[in-house]
């Protein structure tokens, strides 16, 4: 709710240029007034046309859902001809954000004393009470600046924004009524927004801004162990990027209930997201269980960063990727800070969403690469020096097809009665792991394969080869360590032995073939393991 709210107060500021604009002024607020009620919003405001300009004055953007509202109130919007068949919007004065929702109340203490004396109610449990909490605020946007040019069908948005700044009052507890304070802003917001109908209507967006910034400076009440403190963060992103196209079918679909059918129907959405650096900082102060004064710092730093978003009927896509990450942490209550640092993180994921006879193609890749750790973090367990501190990596990149057997977003199956155990909606078809890899403390794996699965997916077919090394030697390392067992490694050797042989080129590297045959049948290197 949070998040709706302030991004609906933002996509005001940043995005107030309307869909389906004309080049007169009275047009352009007639089709704002259109656009933001498909989005379930109610316009109203006090007009004055004087000819070339338009005058609103305290215009009113309220939605009311199940469990609250949302009311976005802009002081004044001005629309004026440029005199070249465009129209140049502007809001005037300070944004206020005002946002109810209701959060469940806080339980009562003797509610789980008596779960811990062994009573158990014999009916399900009573809905929670419901309290309401409140989120106020407000945005700035001094010589802000939309023009709108093109025609009817076709539409160009141009926005300029020096600064937008935020200031938050966010609640925390429902049972104090504590808030808590967040602040920020977006420095040299500048960017286009075109948007064009037909059959349906497509947009596009290219948005970038030189910085970002957020600041929470907040008091944490005491819970019921007394702990509690003082919280402050400060973060910071630069060179930000926005870009994006959405492509929307010609009938109207409740997004919130409708998602699948609004899919099937064509709705197309891709965006991206990215950073040039980021950093962030916080510390606290307070009380931990034990009534103890407990402090602590710290900070993380990223390197370039971006992110991208799609989603269509051929599926949801997640794809991501930081650069060199840092972080560093000193915490009273330890002796030594806590660090560490990755050269690159990396994500890949594609999910069919939408029900349908013939398999679809599913992915997902991992990449941890360069991973430390501070040597205080090291010598806890191995303050001798023993296992090699090299950089670890990890790598994992799967992809295959399903069968979608129910639509994912159909609210009946993001919400199941309860009653019965959810069917899996995937059946899968194929599996090709191309590589899962894993480098860490002197030994290696590498794996890949592919497998087939028919109508039992508990008995797929196909082949996994792999390689490892430095597997023994670490073995032998964890029992002079004294981490494990000897009795535990001759166990964990023999089943080594099982599923790998040694390499004739090399003792130390082990390879195998794990083979899964007709009928459920495993083999090993040959051998039959089940």
Known sequence: MFRFAAT?????????????????????????????????????????????TLTVTDAVFSTKIEDGA??????????????????????????????????????EEDAAAKGAE????????????????????TVKVPGNETVVSGTPEDMLY??????????????????????????GSLTDVAGTQRHATGEGSETSFDIKASEATMQIAADAPADAEGTGGKVNLQARLTGLSSTGATRTPAQSFDLGTQLSEALAAGLDFQGNFGFETAKADFDFAGKDEAGADQTGRGTATLGTGNAALQMSEQGLGYKGEVARTNVEMTVSSLPFPISYATDRTFFDMLIPVSKAEAAQPFKFAYALEGLTF???????????????????????????????????????????????????????????????ALDAVGAKADISGALEFGDNPNEPVGKL???FEGVNGLLDKLVAMGLAPEEQMMGMRMM???????????????????????GGQIFANGQQVK
């Not at 107060?9 to 995005?15: D, K, N, T």
């Not at 001809?81 to 339980?107: K, N, Q, Y």
């Not at 449990?125 to 605020?137: H, L």
């Open 8 to 52: 609906s107060a933002l996509a005001l500021c940043i995005g107030a240029a309307p869909v389906l604009a004309d080049v007169t002024p009275a047009q352009v607020w007639e089709n704002l007034q259109k656009t933001y009620a498909g989005y379930g919003y109610e316009v109203t405001g006090k007009t004055e046309d004087a000819g070339g």
């Open 465 to 467: 080869n792999g390689t």
């Open 158 to 183: 141009e926005f300029t924004y020096p600064s937008i700044a935020f200031d938050l009052t966010m609640p925390v507890d429902p049972e104090s009524g504590a808030t808590m304070p967040v602040t």
């Open 496 to 518: 080594l032995a099982m599923f790998a042989k040694p390499d004739e080129a090399n003792p130390d590297r082990l390879t195998s073939e794990i083979e899964f045959r007709e």
């Open 374 to 436: 501070a040597e205080g973090i090291w010598n806890l367990f191995d303050p001798n020096k023993q296992l090699p501190r090299n950089p670890a990596s990890l790598s994992i990149d799967l992809s295959g097809d399903a069968v979608v057997t129910q639509n994912l977003f159909d609210p009946a199956v993001a919400q199941p009665d309860g009653t019965t155990a959810p069917d899996a909606p995937f059946t899968p078809r194929t599996l090709t792991v191309n590589k899962v």
């Open 118 to 137: 062994g009573t158990e109610a014999e009916t399900p449990p009573a809905e929670p009470e419901m309290v309401e909490m409140t989120m106020t605020g």
């Open 70 to 107: 949302t009311t976005i109130t802009i002081p004044q919007l001005t629309f004026q001809e440029t005199g070249d068949a465009r129209v140049r919007m502007s809001i005037g004065g300070d944004v206020a954000l005002d946002s109810t929702f209701m959060v469940p109340a806080p339980t």
